[in-house]
C-alpha cells in the first residue's frame, strides 16, 4: 500500500508540474499576443495621425516604433513630407479599428490592422473620411515589438 501511494504522490506531483509549465506557456503566449496587438495598434495610429503643426514630434513616434526597412525610408522621405505636409496644412487624425494577428513567433509577428482617419487640408478643410488596411510586420529587438514593414492591402 504505501508502494502504491508513493507512485500516486509521484505521479500527482509530476502531472502538477507539467500543468504548471503548460499554464506558464500558455500565459507567455498571451502576454506575447496582447503586445504584437499593442505596438501594431500604436504603429498605426502613429502612422495615420500626423499634424503638420507638430509633424517633428508625429513623424518622430513613428520613427521610434519603426525598425528596418521601414525605418530607413520613413526617415529618408520625412524632409520632403515635412514640406508637403506644412505646405497643404494637413491634419491627420487616425483611429485604429481593429487588429488582428496572422502569423507570429516568438521575434516575429504580421498583424492586420484596419484604422480611419479624417484627413484636413487646404483642399480639403471640412475633411474627408480615408479607411486604411495595414499589413504590418512587426519584430522583437530589444524587448520592444518594432514595425519593420507597413503595406497598404485591399
Known amino acids: 500500500m504505501s ?4 507512485v500516486a504522490t509521484a505521479v500527482t506531483t509530476a502531472l502538477t508540474i507539467w500543468l504548471c509549465f503548460q499554464l506558464l ?6 502576454q506575447r499576443r496582447q503586445d504584437i496587438l499593442a505596438a501594431a495598434r500604436q504603429s498605426a495610429l502613429n502612422f495615420t495621425s500626423l ?9 518622430g513616434n513613428v520613427l521610434k516604433g519603426a525598425t528596418g526597412d521601414f525605418k530607413e ?13 506644412a505646405e497643404n496644412k494637413s ?6 479599428l481593429d487588429a488582428g494577428i496572422v502569423r507570429s513567433d516568438e521575434r516575429s ?8 482617419s479624417k484627413v484636413t487640408n487646404t483642399a480639403v478643410p471640412d475633411g474627408e473620411a480615408r479607411t486604411y488596411r495595414l499589413q ?3 519584430v522583437l529587438k530589444d524587448g520592444r515589438w518594432l514595425t519593420s514593414d507597413v503595406e497598404f492591402v485591399g
Open 136 to 138: 504590418l510586420d512587426l
Open 3 to 6: 508502494v502504491g501511494l508513493a
Open 51 to 59: 499634424d503638420y503643426r507638430h509633424y517633428d514630434r508625429d513623424s
Open 109 to 116: 509577428a504580421r498583424v492586420l490592422v484596419v484604422a480611419d
Open 91 to 96: 491634419v491627420s487624425e487616425g483611429r485604429v
Open 73 to 85: 525610408q520613413f526617415a529618408a522621405q520625412t524632409e520632403e513630407l515635412t514640406a508637403l505636409v
Open 25 to 30: 506557456e500558455r500565459h507567455e503566449a498571451d
